[in-house]
């Protein structure tokens, strides 16, 4: 079990990351839940397209981190909370589960506070605090 507490840690970092499944007219919101779907999905080409730039290399190392577990999101739901110029503070409830060997291990989405960008009319997922 030792050998996979850095791949569980690793998972609850990226469940904070990613919590995009309630409904929103929230453009801010809805990018971060689509993220985060993205994410749960395994989608690479979805993650990397509702990512800015400078974050879409770590997106896919997050993508990277939950190939061996299965995983869903429960509960997803983000609103804006703040902008800042061009970024909006995005948070998040809910949870990724993440499923290895029949153990979940959950991710509270609540833990990160998602940056948005607008870019060429499209909100952008630019890391997280």
């Given at each position: 079990?030792?050998?996979?507490?850095?791949?569980?840690?690793?998972?609850?970092?990226?469940?904070?990351?990613?919590?995009?499944?309630?409904?929103?007219?929230?453009?801010?919101?809805?990018?971060?839940?689509?993220?985060?779907?993205?994410?749960v999905?395994?989608?690479?080409?979805?993650?990397?397209?509702?990512s800015?730039?400078?974050?879409?290399?770590?997106?896919?190392?997050?993508?990277?981190?939950?190939?061996?577990?299965?995983t869903?999101?429960?509960?997803?739901?983000?609103?804006s909370a703040?902008?800042d110029?061009a970024?909006t503070?995005?948070?998040?409830?809910?949870?990724?589960?993440?499923?290895y060997?029949?153990?979940?291990?959950?991710?509270?989405?609540?833990a990160?506070?998602?940056?948005?960008?607008?870019?060429?009319?499209?909100?952008?997922?630019?890391?997280?605090?």
């Open positions: 079990m030792r050998k996979f507490a850095p791949i569980v840690l690793l998972m609850c970092i990226v469940v904070l990351l990613f919590s995009a499944c309630g409904k929103t007219t929230d453009p801010a919101a809805k990018a971060v839940e689509d993220y985060l779907t993205a994410l999905n395994k989608d690479s080409n979805a993650l990397s397209s509702l800015c730039a400078d974050w879409e290399s770590n997106a896919l190392l997050e993508l990277d981190s939950l190939q061996a577990v299965a869903r999101l429960e509960n997803m739901a983000c609103t703040s902008a110029g970024t503070q995005v948070n998040c409830q809910g949870k990724i589960l993440a499923t060997n029949g153990e979940d291990q959950q991710l509270d989405l609540s990160r506070t998602y940056q948005v960008v607008q870019q060429g009319g499209n909100y952008l997922v630019c890391g997280y605090k």
